[in-house]
């Protein structure tokens, strides 16, 4: 066999082999591990590369003086079967695994939406009573339920938490430098009302608003409209680590914050530290219905968790098996989650310690956000899309109330 066809023969094996190997290291450390309800490709595709790996092997003719390790033709075509076998194998598993992570979400969803096209590369999507608002890199939008869009801060960069607080018709953005104020609903321009800036938001009844930032957390009381909003700081109290997240519970009278894998209750008097607890991965954000908690946690699912008692929360549960959850909001007995590409997940958390996938809605391109819109609706960020989507949940609990 001559050394250059041998070579080419050799390096052609081992590029089938390594490559998908890489690529599924790398999906390995993103996805976890889950129980496949088909694995017949993986054994398919082991036997088309064992058969068209052996093709030139077989095609060789054999010097009558060969030596050396494996130079045999015998040997060659058993090596390039083993090689293109496993490169099958390693194509195969990861085709079943991708099939077994879409049939974990349940059935495709048919649901009810409504668009409304962004004239920005949306990144954040923070509901508010009436509307919403947009964060991308080119300023911020507020979309109210009827579609219309208020363009703001066009010229500003760097918002990493905004808040909506229509009694106040006043927008609050969050960015490292200071906080903005600008009108919910017309264009005038914005200022500056507090010099000190921060990373979460958090609206607590219509007159305050928690501010978390750095390694420290306050509590603002609000006056004035618009633009003209005055922030006056009425509490604080340091944390020890940065805010991921924060999330108010009015009838509990207590302030979760989530810092990376840590979630603490804080009173929402002063912000004393009531009760916490670890999560076994870091959380994205963080959403609550009444005595439960939910946190996205990007390539470790979700988690759910019993918040009845601020003093002793409890991890009830995880969903596992999703690709990536990027966010996740809490309403009643469902939840919904933002899964990119895969599209919109829905759960039922009627039972907390036994979640189950009712299915996923696939038609609103790469969901990235997820809020609230008001009763059976919820908000979906396409951020390659740079839509909001309107999301009408009823055909979701109907699904959802067929299966029981």
């Not at 790996?53 to 060659?76: F, I, M, N, W, Y």
């Not at 928690?210 to 004035?224: D, E, P, Q, V, Y």
């Not at 810092?259 to 963080?286: I, N």
């Not at 949940?393 to 959802?400: I, V, Y």
Request: aromatic letters at 4%; glycine letters at 12%.
């Amino acid at each position: 066999m001559p050394r250059c066809l041998r070579a080419v023969h050799v390096l052609l094996a081992a590029t089938m082999l390594l490559a998908p190997a890489g690529q599924l290291r790398a999906g390995w450390a993103q996805e976890a591990e889950q129980s496949e309800a088909t694995a017949y490709r993986r054994w398919v595709l082991a036997l088309v590369g064992a058969a068209v790996a052996t093709v030139p092997a077989l095609l060789t003719k054999e010097k009558e003086d060969a030596r050396g390790a494996c130079q045999s033709k015998a040997c060659l075509t058993a090596l390039a079967a083993t090689m293109g076998a496993s490169a099958g194998f390693l194509i195969g598993r990861e085709r079943d695994q991708a099939a077994a992570r879409r049939n974990a979400g349940g059935p495709t969803l048919k649901l009810e939406t409504r668009a409304v096209e962004l004239d920005l590369l949306p990144e954040r999507l923070t509901a508010y009573q009436g509307g919403a608002v947009v964060v991308g890199r080119e300023g911020m939008a507020a979309v109210q339920q009827d579609g219309r869009i208020n363009r703001l801060a066009g010229d500003m960069r760097g918002v990493q938490a905004a808040a909506g607080l229509p009694a106040h018709d006043a927008l609050l953005a969050a960015t490292a430098s200071g906080v903005f104020s600008f009108p919910l609903r017309d264009r005038a321009p914005g200022r500056l009302v507090l010099q000190q800036g921060g990373a979460a938001l958090e609206p607590m009844g219509a007159d305050q608003v928690a501010l978390g930032g750095g390694a420290l957390l306050r509590r603002l009381k609000l006056t004035g409209q618009g633009a003209m909003l005055q922030l006056e700081e009425e509490a604080r109290a340091a944390s020890p680590g940065a805010f991921t997240a924060l999330a108010y519970s009015p009838f509990a009278g207590v302030l979760w914050n989530l810092s990376h894998d840590r979630l603490v209750a804080r009173s929402a008097a002063g912000f004393e530290e009531v009760g916490s607890v670890t999560l076994p991965a870091g959380g994205r954000s963080l959403s609550l219905s009444g005595g439960r908690a939910l946190v996205a946690a990007g390539s470790q699912g979700v988690f759910l968790l019993d918040i009845s008692q601020p003093d002793a929360p409890r991890i009830m549960s995880q969903v596992q098996g999703l690709r990536f959850a990027f966010d996740a909001v809490l309403e009643g007995d469902r939840a919904y989650v933002a899964l990119g590409r895969q599209g919109l997940l829905v759960i039922d958390v009627s039972d907390v310690a036994h979640p189950r996938t009712i299915g996923v809605a696939r038609n609103l391109g790469f969901v990235s956000e997820v809020d609230l819109a008001g009763a059976g609706k919820v908000y979906a960020l396409d951020r390659e899309g740079g839509r909001l989507f309107t999301v009408d949940t009823g055909a979701a609990a109907a699904a959802s109330s067929g299966r029981e």
